[in-house]
């Protein structure tokens, strides 16, 4: 049974997952815990990754694959053609900065899927990644979050602008699927619905 | 006040059935206790050294008598018969079970109420002035923008789990009440040079381990702004805040680690995209909610009335708790009433049922069925004629609510601390009722005068202890409970943060530390001063010497 929550518009329907994930190797290098100030707030006890293990990443030859973000700067060149072909989608953790992988596509709407990882449910830096991806980045495709995803997130990710949902494996999607409608008339307007709820109804009636 | 209209009710009512989903959940084995706390953390649900404690939201503190009636019920129902009034305008319940909370919650929304976002990492909520729309000194009423930010904060989708709890608090007065400096956004409201709402914004404010007063982010902001400017600071927050230690989690640390330029910088380039997008408030909106906060329906009333005035010149007693729990109201004829929660020897801030359905009697038949809570943790009348008030005493005092200590010593700001809170280091309770208990004299008490003694279990401080005139903290000393004291904090326009008079002291301690404190205010004051003058003027030296003498004495004899 597939955990993957795709909206279609409004409607929520669990389907295949049709991506691959691929995943960094683990480092043998120390974890970077400390990093300068001027970004010791974006790094501060997250990994970094080092140049192996972007190098020994394994990509599979056909099919759909999401690559990691450091993965897709660092070999860009070698997937163009996948790329053109719609194959290739990246993922990217929280700590990580839009404007990287801006600098090195351009054209997001290139990416058929750009999905975001949260490696712990209490990470609200996804919210914003997805809010900026949508509304300063102009994504269009689908928008995906996978990791720690329980169904209590998925009412405030979709209206972040995420388009599906890897639901974590030990939990049922078809339990959570249900919070995508927690609440029918939100107060403010978000990248779902950008109006706020005193723009959308007279409210004086 | 502002009323429900169907969209608020809906929002309320479909947050009961998710959170007693989430209960279900978790009493099922379907949630782990990890996976809980957040979910319950942002309802308000603390689990708590002997129980769950629940705090509910008082938006801005306004309540109903209906409202008051229905906390007073759920008290009896569901808890001891008692609830405590927090620093955040909050309600309390230190006993409720885990399980019954679904239905507090549904019986919350029958009188528009909820536990949204009390506690948790995210916006909670937000306090202003407790004399709000009736302050001689207002400028303009902060509770229609409180309403709206109250609206666009709740579920909010991408401030749902900031890297920390998120405070705002807004005034339009000229002497600030609602301690907009220690917040984590103050907002100030004034009128501009061209007859315009504005906002001047403070940033970066805080107490807790690492207390702060907020720096000015921006002087000039129109209205219409203030959501978006404050999605630019919590975007940059969300984002660039630390999430691998809780102590330095909160926006302060990060506006301090940047500096504020470095922070404004930042929040500026975010807002020049968020600038005008959908959620800028209409006139249209503004208006809308200020309906819900136009002037009560105030008879036209001479400014005096004789038979208040004959009952304050016979009646001492009614004339000391004028003077110290009656207070200023912009319309002639009518006053603003402090029902004080700080009678000698009893928890502050705590209320029974038979006192909450008082009050909320008192609201009815005297200020227009409503009332306020203050983060000085006292519930206030706002609208009461000069002619109700030897009434209104009368009733109040019967419900052992008329102890005339209001900004007196005894009127003291107290977290639950050690007694009910597992975060405590200390009590905080015992504290504050030895204290009372050691000037329980209201003559000597109205001697001292104006003082403010805020007492935190911990250095979350909850207890505001870092602005308390004199601040008293509890820290845990080799497994022994064990309090430091300040001098010096203030909260207000000109807030200033206390400074540490030396090393800590035993709980019984305590009274006598405070006894003499005050004994080095009486000797060296001028006839002018408060405490926190001769403090700001002499220093914390004299105090110091004073309150170690004994000490220091001693140690020189065990060294001899």
Known sequence: ?205 | MYQYDKLDQQIVDERVAQYRDQTRRYLAGELSEDEFRPLRLQNGLYIQRYAPMLRIAVPYGMLSSRQLHKLGDIAKNYDKDYGHFSTRQNLQLNWPKLEDVPDILAELATVEMHAIQTSGNCIRNITTDQFAGIAPDEVIDPRAMAEVMRQWSTFHPEFALLPRKFKIAVSGTKQDRAVVQAHDIGMEFYTDTTGKLAIKVWVGGGLGRTPILGSVIREHLEWQHALTYCEAIIRVYNLHGRRDNIYKARVKILVKALGIEEFKKQVEAEWAHLKDAPNTITEAELARVGKHFEDMPYEQLPAHNASFDAAVASNPVFAAWVKRCVHAHKTAGYRAVTLSLKPHGKAPGDATSAQMHAVADLAETYSFGELRVSHEQNLILADVKLSDLFSVWEKARAAGLATPNIGLLTDIICCPGGDFCSLANAKSIPIAEAIQMQFDNLDYLHDIGDIELNISGCMNACGHHHVGHIGILGVDKDSAEFYQVSIGGKQGNDASIGAVIGPSFAADEMPSVIQKLIDVYIKERTDEERFIDTVRRLGIAPFKAHVYADKNSAKDEVAA
């Open chain 1, 1 to 205: 049974m597939s955990n993957l929550i795709k909206l279609n518009g409004e409607t929520a329907s669990i389907v295949e997952n049709e991506w691959t994930c691929v995943n960094l190797p683990a480092s043998q290098a120390e974890q970077r815990v400390q990093a300068g100030k001027v970004v010791l707030f974006k790094l501060t006890g997250e990994k970094s990754v080092t140049d192996e293990q972007v190098a020994t990443t394994v990509i599979p030859a056909t099919g759909k694959v999401i690559v990691p973000l450091s993965v897709f700067i660092a070999r860009k060149n070698a997937l163009v053609s996948r790329i053109n072909a719609g194959e290739i989608g990246v993922w990217l953790d929280t700590h990580e900065v839009l404007e990287h992988l801006n600098e090195h596509q351009a054209d997001l709407n290139a990416l058929p899927i750009i999905a975001v990882h949260v490696e712990r449910f209490a990470d609200g830096r996804i919210f914003s990644l997805g809010t900026l991806l949508r509304t300063r980045y102009g994504f269009k495709n689908e928008l995906r979050a996978f990791g720690d995803i329980l169904k209590d997130q998925l009412f405030f990710l979709k209206r972040s602008g995420f388009t599906s949902f890897l639901i974590r494996a030990d939990r049922s999607a078809a339990d959570a699927i249900t919070s995508l409608h927690d609440f029918s008339q939100p107060y403010q307007g978000a990248v779902d619905e950008s109006q706020p709820v005193f723009k959308r109804y007279n409210r004086t009636a």
